[in-house]
């Protein structure tokens, strides 16, 4: 059986967003105006899964899916590289249905400012801002990050928040990037590759020389490739299976 360290399992049990113990899985209920359930871990034991299948049905999920779940999540999705795993998933009913890389980058990078924009560490609560923008998920992150001094802001001239990037929302021992977010009227100005550098800066300061930043779609690579040395990449897929009034397709 896999089982988490202690203290990723500590952090994984704490609001918000709270994940729920399975024995030594994890499960996360839909989020509010979901019907997708999230097996965030999975030991590998049948009994397990049986029992995270039989929660989610309860509480009204139509489909399970093997990772996450986002804004609390132990991995973005199932290492591609772990054919037993895969297999072992496959094998209960999952099926494959989208894929994206976790990124594995160097924090040497200086801060570069934007015209017109401001970056810096916030300590105010802005996450209706960030949920009314990005949803549920990135707000969890973001609150979580908060707590860390791992939240930054970038604001406009008249004050007004144009977008907002974090670090150590998750996984906060590991040096993990993200999430990060610019409003559509602010795109194209360079907020988000301001956003970047000034969190990528801050994480080496807390001496992580390298950072991961998960979740990253293939066309977005390229953003990151531009500022900064990526050092590794995890092919990760988002496995998930249709739950009927049995718990199986």
């Known amino acids: 059986m896999a089982l988490i360290d202690a ?42 899964l049986a029992e995270v299948t039989a ?30 795993r895969v297999a072992a998933l496959t094998g209960h009913g999952f099926t494959v249905r989208g894929e994206h890389v976790d990124l594995q980058v160097r924090t040497d990078v ?9 970056v810096a560490r916030c300590d105010d609560d802005v996450d209706e801002t960030i949920r009314a923008a990005f949803g549920d998920g990135w707000a969890w992150e973001s609150a979580r990050a908060r707590e860390h001094g791992g939240l930054f802001t970038a604001r406009g001239d008249d004050g007004g928040v144009l977008g907002f990037a974090a670090h150590s929302g998750n996984l906060c021992h590991r040096g993990t990037f993200g999430p990060i977010g610019v409003l559509p009227a ?52 988002t496995l998930a299976r249709a739950l009927s009034g049995t718990g199986w397709p």
């Open 186 to 237: 602010a795109r194209g100005r360079g907020v988000g590759a301001a956003l970047s550098r000034v969190v990528l800066a801050d994480l080496r300061a807390r001496g992580f020389v390298e950072a991961t930043v998960p979740w990253v779609a293939a066309e977005t690579v390229g953003f990151y490739g531009s500022m900064v040395t990526i050092t590794a990449r995890t092919r990760r897929l």
């Open 55 to 84: 929660r989610a049905l309860a509480a009204g999920a139509t489909r399970l899916v093997a990772g996450g779940p986002p804004g609390n999540y132990v991995e973005s999705g199932v290492d591609a590289a772990d054919v037993e």
């Open 7 to 48: 203290v990723t399992l500590a952090e994984k049990l704490r609001p918000p967003r709270a994940l729920t113990a399975v024995g030594a899985s994890l499960f996360a209920a839909p989020a509010p105006g979901s019907t997708a359930a999230w097996m965030a871990w999975w030991s590998g034991a049948a009994d397990e």
């Open 110 to 118: 200086a801060p570069r400012a934007a015209p017109g924009v401001t």
